[in-house]
């Protein structure tokens, strides 16, 4: 549907323009996409193909089938499933750290998501789809897991089902499987013990097998942008890609500082009442600016396999205009250091201004209300910064071959530079340094181009990204996205350095009302279902009487109401005297009092406690590695307090100096 | 036993689609050979539907445009690649998501334009006293509340469908509260 927007094809209009002309005889060697089956817009309607009235119609056009596709996309997700905005993997990783999010991974979901990621891609906005189909794997992973009783009881196993689902996502997106088990480790999962990793493996394997099987292209291939060419690479070289590892850190932080701060002004500002008419402004700009320059007209990831791509003879593009030599008689593979045509310098100009336009627009594009992924426009960046270092470096080592450093490895008729390399190490340092990935993103990139010799050059600019970006906050994209909107989540990154004791996070602090308590066997219902009504907390610690406050369990508040609705409407005679006891056997009544009521099978014997002078690094440390929602305090037996999952996290806010009240998510 | 009719439904579909898949179009496969300019002549691209083990430089280039020995010179920097594709997949894939597409198309505009005219025909003049929270409420979706409390008398299937669409309703209503008005999720 992209190539919809410049022309269609007349045979069959359900291919693309690389597929209508795939049986043509028509294609030259200069100009491999014309054929008479593809028409433009401007040659269907008005019958000229050249000419300053073509040019604006096509442009007219262009800017017509985007807005086009922009809003369908934002009406649907506002009309059906407003769950479907965004990424999704920071809601992925909050739902996966436990906090649940009802509907979040529902059917609506997944269908509007996925219709509207295909609007949004071929509308040509700034955004991928590689995000956005994590989340769909993990609304298929719910959807499936809801049919067997065994994953849909329990949250835990389904956590791991979706664990494995984002693991199959990102093989489908990518065609990397290992990459995918590798960032769900990384990225998404919360909690991954090893028969989670073989599983996900095996998610992805078989996501990766439908892939292949399916094969709508005909490449046989999974690589989605394959590299050719295995030329080795110098030490030397080194310098260029740990300097495009810093261009990545930097621009990683650049992008988060700037991103946050917009979505910010959406949140709390006006700006964020107008979510259709701010998709359809950016759309507009987008396509506006995007048409004239060749190179941000075609989509994102054609952008990026030409920017990998290296230039052998049977190239024709125009990054690819070398002066050859015309008595040239070395084979294809091995073309030797030539000197910049025309084309090449007309395509680093125009690189350039793409650059910078898709570094402006990017900031304003993730994050509106469609589904937006940051994959492809960073690796975009990242390949366009790199390919234009790769093309200054091969120049230099042309024209001053007899300098010290290249006279060691460069000869004058010799291949000694591969700006194609240096696109995709520049690709995968833009990459790191907004996600703060690793050791996932060595393995996606070169699962993507199939460059094995190349993992030593990618390490240098992940780590050397990661190391620039760290200096300057500690937060990738997603981390700061979820620090935006208030999510409860412990990030298990974190390091929890300061001296407080359990003591001084608990509740009821001084001067605040005393814990809401059960007794053991000495309340009526009509007591609870006051304490109930009055209060909002999600359980109730149980002890043996207000005098000894020995601790005994912990009840949960919404199997307290369906126990007291079930006990109210099928036994006889409990009634709001009824005692409530939670022994195993009933206390001593007179003899005509009500029936009482045995609530013991709802009470958690074993609930997570520790002592008041626990050191708040131990306690955060159980948090994180529980994934308990509270935990009880005691002291010499006797219950003292309670720390839910939010007052740790406003302590670890109120420790760095952040504002408490910012966690009010509920 | 749901499950095992669900599975056994999968499996059937699975196997339909690989059956359409395996039928190859007579165009659907091609060996192509991209020529670099030599000495005089352009560059070329040549196609030709031939097997792959035919793959080559001098079964596929039909009208060899230099002669004599230099032909096995240009032959030489010929690149020729075997490439298939499906095109009733390509076909299938885009026509089922075109008509999901058309559908969706046609259920926005009947829920924001047609039901609430329809509607308010059917219950009309009984609904004059408004709560609070329906007078500001112009999005769609927003009545269904009072439908929810109207349609608890009659017990067919019919009344269950619209039930079930009204609960759907208050669930969406309820998320894009959240994520487009209070801005409390998906910033």
Redesign the interface.
């Given at each position: 549907m992209t190539d919809l927007k410049e022309g269609v094809c007349l045979s069959?209009f359900?291919?693309s323009h690389e597929?209508c002309c795939?049986?043509?005889?028509e294609?030259?060697?200069?100009d491999?996409d014309k054929c008479p089956k593809w028409q433009k817009w401007s040659e269907l309607l008005v019958n000229q193909s050249e000419g300053a009235s073509a040019y604006i119609l096509n442009y007219f056009l262009y800017i017509m089938w985007a807005l086009s596709f922009a809003f369908?996309a934002v009406?649907?997700v506002?009309?059906?499933?407003?769950?479907a905005?965004?990424s999704g993997i920071p809601?992925i990783k909050t739902i996966l750290s436990g906090f649940i999010?009802r509907?979040y991974l529902g059917k609506?979901t997944l269908?509007?998501k996925t219709?509207t990621l295909?609007?949004v891609v071929s509308s040509g906005l700034s955004l991928g789809k590689e995000g956005p189909l994590v989340h769909v794997a993990c609304c298929c992973g719910n959807f499936f897991s809801s049919?067997?009783s065994k994953y849909s009881k329990n949250e835990g196993k389904r956590r791991e089902v979706l664990s494995a689902a984002a693991a199959a996502g990102v093989s489908v997106a990518f065609g990397a499987p290992i990459g995918g088990v590798l960032f769900s480790l990384e990225e998404v999962s919360y909690y991954f013990p090893l028969k989670t990793l073989w599983r996900s493996f095996f998610a992805a394997l078989v996501a990766a097998f439908t892939l292949r099987?399916?094969?709508?292209?005909?490449?046989?291939r999974l690589v989605l942008f394959y590299v050719e060419y295995h030329t080795p690479w110098y030490m030397a070289e080194l310098f260029p890609f740990i300097l495009l590892g810093v261009f990545g850190g930097l621009w990683g932080t650049l992008f988060i500082r700037c991103n946050i701060a917009w979505?910010?002004r959406?949140?709390?500002t006006k700006l964020?009442k107008y979510?259709v008419l701010e998709v359809i402004t950016v759309t507009a700009i987008t396509a506006i600016i995007a048409y004239p320059n060749p190179y941000t007209r075609r989509s994102t990831s054609e952008l990026i396999s030409e920017l990998f791509n290296d230039c052998g003879?049977?190239e024709?593009s125009q990054l690819c205009d070398y002066i050859n030599d015309p008595n040239m008689t070395r084979?294809?593979d091995d073309i030797p250091d030539r000197p910049a045509g025309f084309g090449v310098y007309t395509a680093m100009w125009q690189l350039a201004l793409a650059l910078i336009f898709k570094i402006i627009i990017t900031i304003f594009t993730f994050?509106m209300?469609i589904p937006s992924g940051l994959f492809i426009p960073s690796m975009a960046v990242g390949a366009m910064a790199g390919r234009m270092v790769g093309i200054g470096v091969e120049q230099l080592a042309y024209h001053h071959h007899d300098w010290i450093i290249f006279r060691n490895w460069c000869r004058p008729g010799a291949d000694c530079v591969t700006p194609g390399l240096y696109a995709m190490v520049g690709a995968a340092a833009c990459l790191g340094g907004v996600t703060r990935m690793t050791v996932s993103l060595v393995v996606i990139m070169f699962e993507l181009t199939g460059g094995l010799e190349y993992i030593v050059p990618l390490m240098a600019a992940a780590v050397t990204s990661k190391w620039v970006a760290d200096a300057f906050g500690k937060e990738g994209i997603y981390e700061a996205?979820i620090h935006?909107?208030?999510y409860p989540f412990l990030d298990a990154k974190d390091e929890f350095t300061h001296r407080t004791l359990a003591t001084d996070v608990m509740r009821p602090r001084r001067g605040e009302p005393p814990l809401s308590v059960l007794t053991q066997g000495s309340m009526t219902v009509e007591d609870v279902e006051t304490l109930i009504k009055e209060t909002d907390y999600n359980g109730f610690p149980v002890v043996v009487s207000k005098d000894s406050e020995r601790l005994i369990g912990f009840a949960q508040r919404r199997e307290l109401i369906l126990a007291i609705k079930n006990a109210r409407q099928r036994q006889d005679g409990v009634v709001s005297n009824s005692i409530m006891y939670f022994t195993e056997d009933p206390p001593e009544l007179p003899a005509n009092s009500p029936h009482p009521l045995k609530l013991r099978r709802i009470l958690n014997l074993s609930p997570f406690t520790v002592t008041d002078h626990t050191p708040m690094e131990t306690v955060v440390d159980i948090f994180r590695k529980l994934g308990l929602r509270q935990c009880l305090v005691t002291r010499s037996g006797r219950l003292l307090g309670i720390i839910t999952k939010k007052d740790v996290l406003r302590h670890m806010a109120q420790m760095a100096n952040q504002d408490p009240e910012s966690i009010?998510?509920n | 036993m749901a499950a095992r009719a669900r599975l056994c439904s999968m499996l059937a579909l699975a196997a339909l689609v690989r059956q359409v898949t395996g039928v190859k179009n007579f165009e659907d496969v091609r060996c192509k050979c991209i020529c670099p300019p030599y000495k005089d002549q352009p560059g070329h691209i040549f196609n030709k539907n031939v097997s792959q083990k035919d793959c080559d430089c001098l079964h596929v280039v039909e009208s060899m445009p230099v002669s004599g020995p230099d032909v096995e010179a240009y032959c030489l920097r010929c690149e020729c690649k075997y490439e298939e594709r499906s095109s009733v997949t390509i076909k299938v894939t885009v026509i089922i998501y075109l008509s999901i597409l058309g559908l969706l198309l046609l259920y926005m505009v009947y829920l924001t334009l047609a039901e609430p005219i329809l509607k308010r025909r059917l219950f009309g003049h009984s609904q004059l006293i408004q709560s609070d929270e329906d007078i500001g409420d112009h999005q769609p979706f927003a009545n269904a509340h009072d439908v929810l409390a109207r349609s608890r008398s009659r017990a067919n299937v019919l009344n269950k469908v619209e039930y079930a669409q009204q609960r759907w309703k208050l669930q969406v209503q309820e998320q894009r509260k959240s994520v487009f008005d209070r801005h409390v999720v998906l910033s």
């Open positions: 069959a359900w291919y597929q795939w049986t043509s005889n294609t030259t060697f200069d491999r369908l009406s649907l506002r009309v059906f499933a407003p769950y905005c965004g809601e999010i509907g609506w269908l509007i219709v295909v609007l049919l067997f099987s399916i094969n709508p292209f005909g490449n046989s979505c910010r959406r949140k709390t964020g979510p003879a049977l024709s084979p294809v994050g209300k996205h935006l909107n208030g009010m998510f | -």
